[in-house]
């Protein structure tokens, strides 16, 4: 049942920014959530609804909050066109399987097996694989009071949990320049490509102050003739921090970056996901789901990971979080994205274990 479920959900292709596919698989969820006993209510948004789903529990306690999205990277023709569906040697493949859809799965039949717990809160994000930029302010009013929080994103490979992630930052340089003629009357134009090249470069000399901090051109846009002086630009910069103190530091530079040539330029945070750095109250947390693990014959480990998710909020908010309880795989955003089936049924051994010990 477990793999039809997942066969189900990864059938439903539902790409960040469609907002009727995402929204078609919110009913999907919110159905199956209500037929589980949950209270679910939605968040509307112009880029898909958000999830909140309470599922009651031992009364007076505070509740368990399990974080998943159902967005994923994957455009509507994936599944049919380059990543179908299969099975081969006890190792499903298809878009979302791993990340993070196995993940949905595994909450929701670790609901089905556990009735004596504490409350359960469920959040279930549209955009998180654009950063959750319509998602922060819900993940923080939902997770006040809370007992602790969990991630269903992917673990690391060898099925270990993640303790604590880098903080990640979305930005985008925008420049306006001036069109001109690129021959007859080159020196009254003014070039936004020149001057986005300028500032790239003025990026990266900002990075290189620092030992750990990723920085990532990933998309670059702008001008549309070789005769034409180009007159906008623009480039989205992916930043990936280790700690907050170095996050403002190069934020602070980044947004405060002035013009080379008489061009204009803007900085604009996209979306931002704070450093989650280790913590006591996140080891005496591993060591509670170590003793749960055990108590289903699983050795549970914990490590920290550099990927970003929504667990850098509430980790970052003091909150005991531990991320990384989806299925055991590999190939996230990748076109060999990959569960191991067995590990979906201990995945949901481990979270009912949770459930039932926490």
């Known amino acids: 049942m477990i793999i039809e479920r997942l066969q189900e959900y990864v059938g439903a292709e539902t790409p960040t920014g469609d907002t009727a596919a995402l929204n078609a698989f919110a009913d999907r969820l919110s159905d199956r959530y209500a037929a589980l006993g949950a209270t679910v209510r939605r968040d509307p948004q112009p880029t898909g609804d958000h999830l909140v789903a309470d599922f009651p529990g031992r009364p007076g306690e505070a509740p368990l909050l399990f974080l998943a999205h159902h967005d994923t990277v994957w455009p509507i023709g994936q599944l049919h066109d380059a990543m179908p569906w299969r099975e081969e040697n006890g190792v499903i493949y298809g878009p979302g399987v791993f ?11 670790a609901l089905e097996q556990v009735h004596d717990r504490r409350p359960v809160r469920v959040v279930v994000v549209a955009d998180e694989e654009v950063g ?4 922060r302010e819900l993940v923080t009013a939902e997770s006040a009071g809370v007992y602790a929080a ?5 673990p690391h490979p060898n099925g270990d949990l ?8 979305r930005v985008r340089i925008e420049i306006t320049g001036r069109e001109a003629h690129a021959a007859l009357d080159p020196d009254s134009g003014i070039s936004a490509i020149d001057e986005l090249v300028d500032q790239l470069i003025a990026v990266r000399a900002i990075v290189a102050h620092y030992d750990e901090v990723l920085c990532n ?12 002086v180009p007159g906008s630009a623009s480039a989205d910069i992916g930043f990936r921090f280790v700690d907050p103190e170095t996050e403002r530091a190069v934020l602070d530079a980044v947004t405060n970056l002035t013009p080379v040539r008489k061009a204009e330029l803007q900085v604009r945070v996209m979306s931002n ?9 996140t ?12 108590s289903v014959g699983q050795e549970v480990g914990g490590a920290a990971a550099s990927g970003a998710a929504d667990t850098n909020l509430t980790g970052w908010l003091g909150i005991p979080t531990l991320d990384g309880l989806g299925p055991v795989g590999k190939g996230a955003h990748a076109v060999h ?3 191991i089936a067995a590990s979906l049924s201990e995945r949901v051994e481990l979270v009912a274990a949770i459930m039932r010990s926490i």
């Open 99 to 109: 990340d993070m859809k196995g993940g949905l799965v595994v909450l929701e039949t």
């Open 132 to 135: 959750s930029p319509s998602a």
């Open 150 to 154: 969990f991630g269903l994103e992917p």
């Open 162 to 169: 993640k303790t604590s992630r880098w903080g990640s930052t």
């Open 217 to 228: 051109v990933g998309t670059i846009s702008g001008g549309g003739r070789t005769n034409v």
């Open 273 to 281: 996901r704070p450093a989650w750095q280790p913590s006591q109250a």
């Open 283 to 294: 080891d005496e947390l591993l060591a509670k789901v170590i003793e749960a693990g055990r």
């Open 337 to 339: 994205e990959q569960v």
